[in-house]
Structures are given as structure tokens and as C-alpha cells.
């Protein structure tokens, strides 16, 4: 009895030792963004960034890895380790820049933990990077990795589908009050969010994963695998197209023409490698077409939005989208009973809000010219003023709105008019190290902001951290990049993979031109992790080779 308690501790052990680590960061791959950013408690008071479950469960797993390190069981060196300890290095001393230097940060308790929270972010999204790196040892460990992103990918796509239709529940972070953990449900025109927490984020976690399986649902070898993952990349599509998130559909359909380039050159025969060029992206152009003509009323809309700033671009648009209307009448009754097929509604619940977003349909009202295009409801501006008496009163006046807002719509008139600038003026305040976390969008030396957003991850990293934070920080993907293309030695399997991935990679520093995805998002988690997963095997199987002949000579 006494060997068999013996045999089962050791098997135990050894389990946790060799194996426990891997499962447990499949498990922060599926809960991460299948888990809604709903708040456990504040870590600042007055401040949107929340303490969730999330972060305790990364905090954990991590725990758990340094523990292993600690004991010699795993180790921190990894081909990145060098650059991401090099940024948070240059961070740090951006906060202390901030602190002592400059003069961007009050010496302040409630100043400086906000700063330095969103260093500890960071750190937080990099643990996926040196986790997955760890655990993931062998092909077959990373193919479990991949399927384990295909079946969230399913589940986000579910989610979507009954929030879309059946009013399932939303928790938003878009604004204050949302953050919260306030359960809202999606109006008809309203944009699906799926698990996350604005349909920024939900845009922004499809341009990763889609091209992913998109590649790999041509190169797998198993036709079930085909199948399952052609599937997979329709249902994203069209939960993509339903996000009506238009830079993140652009950097989308870069990605995927970059891995069909990519794909498509692999091929000895120069007529092969055109051949599948065109008629994939014919095939996948047409894929496109049909699901914006399905499902994307609220896309068109908002592309719209951004022609009507070039008058001629516009109605040459509009000449070719009634033509095209007139080609697809053809349609008729048939297309009418697939759409309400698909669209079958639930009903609105009793203990919810609805989320309008006011997007622009055929048959609203257009804005008039004295609004932003994106603007549909004229609302004061409350101000605070003296009267007569001297007592203070809040008086409502009509708004007025700025060059940019009138000529691009009010979303991008913002970070032209604000978020944008507010990051060079950072820069240009330290250019080596940046004016630090959670300064940018301060009115004054004392001001504390509820939030932080620049809208472009690229400028928000050179505004908090300078030049030399940008180069760290992008240093990286560099780095990523180069190993990728370096592996001479990977199979056909890990190849195609590395192939999508770098596609995925850049649509997601495209889709970082207009949104902070690196910076405060659930995606970075799942970037980190898939590129630890990655570069794991890639090193394995890149240095192989090389341990076959060390190992022959010494047998000799």
C-alpha cells in the first residue's frame, strides 16, 4: 500500500511539474475571452481600470510559473525575454522620469499607483508571452493550442449570434457607468461585442484569429480540419462584419491577402504561385461582397461616413453602388428568405438596457450639415456660469463642433483634434523616454483622468514611453518576425502556421494605427500567448538539426 501512495505522489508531482503549467494557460486562452470584463472591485478610486477575475487568475498561473523557475524546473530566457525586460526597464524609468524629471506625475500616492498600473499591465500581457513559451513542448502541444483557439473562437461566434438576435447579455466597458458591470442587450442597429468589452476589442481579437484559420483551412492536411476551420473563418466573418468596425474589416482583409501572397509563393512555378493568387482572392473578394450584402447594412453605412468627407470619390461610389443594386435584384424573394431565416429575433428582456448605437440605416434620417456624419442626436453642452445674483448655474448651450468633426465625422475628428496631438505633445516633452503612463490626456499637472486613450497604439507608446520605449516595444514584433522567417527547418504544418501568424500579426499593428490594441485590450493577452506558443516550437525545431549531430559525434 505503502509503494502505491509512494507511485501516486510521484506521478503527481511529476505532473505538475512537466504538465500542469500547459493546461493551465489553455485554460487563460479559452476564460480570458469568453469572460465578460465584469468589475470584482476598484484598485484606484475614480478610475475605469478594475480589478477582474481575469487578472487574478493570470496572477496565479504566473505565480505558479515563477515558482517553477525558482525551483530550476522552467527558466525566464526565451529569444524575447532580452527586449520585453529592455521595455519595462525603459517604462519604469519613464515613471520615474515622470516623477522627478519632467515633472509629469504629482508626487502622489493616487498619481503615481496609476501610472504604475499600467506598467504592472503590461508585465501582466507579456506572462502569457513567457508561460506559453514554457509549456508548449512539443508540435502536437502547440496544435492543442490552436484547436483551443478554434473552439473560443466558436464559442465567441455563439455568443455573438444570441446577442445579435436573442438579446443575450452585454457588458460593456465603452463608458463609465457601462464598466461597472451594468447588463445591457443590443438594439437592432447596435454593433455586437460578443464577450468583450466593446466591439473594438471583439474587431481587433477577429483580425488575429481569422487569418489563422483562414490559412490553415487550405493547407491542413485532414479534410475534416478543412472543413471545420473554412467553417470557422465564415461564422468570424460574419461576426466581424456585424462588429461594423471599419478599421479593424480593413486591416482584416490586409491580413488575409497578405497570407494568400504568402500562401501562394510557397509554390516552385512562378504561373502556380499568380494562379492561386487569383483565384483565391477572387474566391475570398466574393466571400466579401456576399456577406456585406447579407449582413453588413451597418458597415456600408459607415464607410460611407468616410467617403462623403471626398465629394467626388463619393458619387463615383454611389453611381457603382446603385448599379450593383440593380444587378443583385435578381435576388429577390430567395434573398429575403434566407435573411429572415437567419435574423429570427428574441425579445428584448425586462431587466436589461438597450444599447443604441445609432447607426445609420436606409431609412433613417439623414444628419443634417449641421452635425458631424456621425452625429444623429443634437445634445447641449452643460456649462457652469454666474448670473445676475453672482450664484453659480448651469446653463445648456448648443455645441459646435471643428473643421475635422464637420469634414470626417466626430470619431475621427477626436484623435485629430485631441487624442493624437495630446501624444505628440508627450513625446516632444521627453523624446527619449515620453511624458509616462497615464499623462497624456491630463488638462493639468494636478488633473486626474478617469481613463486613457490615444486611439493609435504606435503614438501612444511613443507619447508614454518615448523613443525609446517605441523601439523596445515594436524591437519585439521585429524580433518575432525574423525568427519566424529564420526557421529553415519547420514542417509543412508549423510553416503554414507561421505564415498566417505574421499575417495576423501585421493586421493587427495596422488595426493598432486606430485603436490601442497592444495597450489595453484582451487581445494583447491572447497575442502573447500565441506567439510564445509559436516561437516555442519554432526554436525547437530551428535548433533540432543541431542537436541530432552534436548528439552523433558524441556517440562517435
Known sequence: ????????????????????????????????????????????????????????????????????????????????????????????????????????????TLHFAKSFLHLLRYIEYFSLLFILYASVKTEKDLKIVIYTLAITLLLVCIYGYGQKYFYWPVFSTMNREFSKGMVLYLTEHARVQSTFAGHYDLAAFLVLVLPIFYVLGFTSQKRGEKIFFKILHILGLWLLVTSASRTSFAAYGLAIFLSIVLVAWQEKKLLKRFWQIFHRGVTFSLLLFLMIVFFGGDMHDRFVQVLRAYPKVYETYQEGYKFGQQQLKYLGEEYKVIATWVKLRGHPPDNGIGVDENILTET?????????????????????????????????????????????????????????????????????????????????????????????????????????????????????????????????????????????????????????????????????????????????????????????????
Open 1 to 108: 500500500m505503502m509503494t502505491k501512495k509512494q507511485s501516486f505522489t510521484q506521478k503527481l508531482l511529476t505532473f505538475i511539474d512537466q504538465r500542469l503549467l500547459f493546461f493551465a494557460s489553455l485554460f487563460l486562452l479559452i476564460f480570458i475571452p469568453l469572460y465578460p470584463k465584469l468589475p470584482l472591485l476598484d484598485l484606484i478610486p475614480g478610475y475605469i481600470v478594475r480589478l477582474r477575475l481575469e487578472d487574478i487568475c493570470v496572477g496565479l498561473v504566473t505565480l505558479f510559473y515563477l515558482i517553477q523557475v525558482y525551483r530550476k524546473k522552467l527558466t525566464l530566457n526565451n529569444p524575447l525575454s532580452k527586449w520585453v525586460f529592455a521595455y519595462v526597464a525603459v517604462a519604469f524609468l519613464s515613471i520615474i522620469s515622470g516623477m522627478f524629471i519632467i515633472r509629469t506625475i504629482p508626487l502622489e
Open 364 to 556: 433613417d434620417e439623414r444628419p443634417i450639415a449641421t452635425r458631424p456624419v456621425d452625429v444623429y442626436v443634437d445634445v447641449p453642452i452643460e456649462v457652469v456660469e454666474t448670473d445676475s445674483d453672482g450664484n453659480d448655474v448651469i446653463v445648456e448651450k448648443e455645441r459646435t463642433w471643428s473643421e475635422n468633426a464637420m469634414k470626417y465625422g466626430l470619431s475621427l475628428a477626436i484623435r485629430l483634434d485631441e487624442l493624437w496631438p495630446n501624444a505628440i505633445r508627450g513625446f516632444q516633452t521627453n523624446p527619449l523616454f515620453g511624458s509616462a503612463y497615464a499623462t497624456l490626456n491630463k488638462k493639468d499637472f494636478y488633473h486626474f483622468t478617469e481613463a486613457e486613450s490615444t486611439d493609435n497604439n504606435f503614438l501612444r507608446t511613443l507619447g508614454e514611453t518615448g523613443l525609446l520605449g517605441f523601439i523596445t516595444f515594436y524591437g519585439i514584433f521585429v524580433l518575432i518576425f525574423y525568427l519566424l522567417k529564420s526557421n529553415k527547418h519547420a514542417s509543412p504544418w508549423l510553416k503554414s502556421l507561421n505564415l498566417a501568424f505574421f499575417a495576423a500579426s501585421i493586421g493587427l499593428l495596422a488595426n493598432a494605427l486606430y485603436i490601442d490594441v497592444f495597450a489595453s485590450s484582451k487581445v494583447a493577452f491572447t497575442y502573447w500567448a500565441l506567439a510564445g506558443a509559436i516561437l516555442a516550437i519554432n526554436y525547437q525545431q530551428a535548433h533540432e538539426p543541431q542537436a541530432k549531430k552534436i548528439k552523433a559525434k558524441s556517440k562517435k
